[in-house]
């Protein structure tokens, strides 16, 4: 039965949706309250199409030890980890553009039976949705997980633009959504078919 005729699959769909969109905007709504030593207020017509917009100067905040991990505050104006500044209404078109496709996939290119292809999808839509609010209210996205942020590369090596940070970029949930939900999907999409091992039984029952 496909996805789209399915209560349980639509079920899964909206929750983990829901869940992941909630995890994200609640994230980044205490980052901005409590990393920087008082509250950042963001205001959508200041940021759009500002690229001179600069967050207030904060430390950040050390979380896991040997620098694994800090919270540090950024507004990224461009996709995953800084790809394509300052292009929102690309971006915006391409979320919203993604987002339909992600559910035509999930109601016809998807069995009510594959339900880890539905977390995939929800996760995906997850994280796009988090970031696509972000875009719109404040005209970028909110980013404050920072990786290794005192861990250089070796030998001298440095990214194209000169950064020799080991991991340079700041990301978000939504980020980590997306590329959890995008792994799921590749996963599953090279698994055989649930419904395939599920329907020998009853056929060899049949032919009894």
């Not at 996709?79 to 391409?94: C, E, L, S």
């Amino acid at each position: 039965m496909p996805a789209w005729r399915s209560p349980r699959a639509w079920a899964t769909l909206l929750l983990v949706t829901i869940v992941g969109v909630g995890c994200d905007l609640l994230t980044k709504s205490w980052a901005f309250e409590r990393v920087a030593s008082e509250p950042v207020e963001l205001h959508h017509e200041e940021i759009a199409g500002n690229p001179g917009y600069r967050l207030p100067w904060h430390e950040g905040i050390r979380v896991l030890p040997a620098d694994l991990l800090d919270f540090r505050l950024v507004l990224n104006h461009g996709a995953v980890f800084g790809i394509g500044q300052h292009r929102r209404a690309v971006f915006v078109v391409f979320t919203v553009i993604a987002i339909v496709v992600a559910v035509s996939v999930f109601g016809w290119w998807t069995t009510d039976r594959a339900r880890w292809a539905h977390i995939g999808i929800g996760l995906v839509l997850a994280g796009g949705l988090g970031n696509l609010y972000d875009r719109l209210a404040f005209g970028a996205v909110r980013d404050f997980l920072h990786m290794t942020p005192r861990c250089h590369l070796p030998w001298g090596l440095h990214w194209p633009g000169g950064n020799a940070e080991l991991f340079p970029w700041v990301f978000n949930v939504a980020d980590v959504l997306l590329l959890a939900g995008m792994a799921t999907l590749l996963f599953t999409a090279n698994r055989p078919e649930a419904s395939c091992s599920e329907s020998q039984p009853s056929a060899a029952a049949e032919n009894r």
